[in-house]
Nanobody, 129 residues
Framework: QVQLVESGGGLVQAGGSLRLSCVAS????????MGWFRQAPGEEREFVAA????????YGSDSVKGRFTISRDNAKNTVYLQMSNLKPEDTAVYYC??????????????????????WGQGTQVTVSS
């Protein structure tokens, strides 16, 4: 049984930092893309970042570029999201996702939730002003 388990969320003041982790078990994703999405109350799930197994990074909106960094440790089957200079609008549940296919796809493919086969349960990030 494949599981993705996120950790590292919490309450932080604006301007602070958090590092989210997502550990996968049940299969290896060393040759698969993994990504992060977030969802605020009443809103649709939003793409944050993804990372190809080859190391290529894809980021979502301009609001996270330069502040968020995605990385991965294939040996640990883990993907990370380093978030800096956090803002109240970053408040959301953050979800880790993994693509079950290992073939090449365009960047836009990885921005869509439907492209991912496995999801974590989410971790809450709350940024106070």
């Amino acid at each position: 049984q494949v599981q993705l388990v996120e950790s590292g969320g919490g309450l932080v003041q604006a301007g602070g930092s958090l590092r989210l982790s997502c550990v996968a078990s049940g299969r290896t994703f060393s040759r698969n893309a993994m990504g992060w999405f977030r969802q605020a109350p009443g809103e649709e799930r939003e793409f944050v970042a993804a990372m190809r197994w080859t190391g290529g990074r894809i980021y979502g909106s301009d609001s996270v570029k330069g502040r968020f960094t995605i990385s991965r440790d294939n040996a640990k089957n883990t993907v990370y999201l380093q978030m800096s200079n956090l803002k109240p609008e970053d408040t959301a549940v953050y979800y880790c996702a993994a693509d079950g296919d290992s073939g090449y796809a365009e960047n836009s493919y990885y921005t869509r939730p439907a492209s991912y086969d496995y999801w974590g349960q989410g971790t809450q990030v709350t940024v106070s002003s």
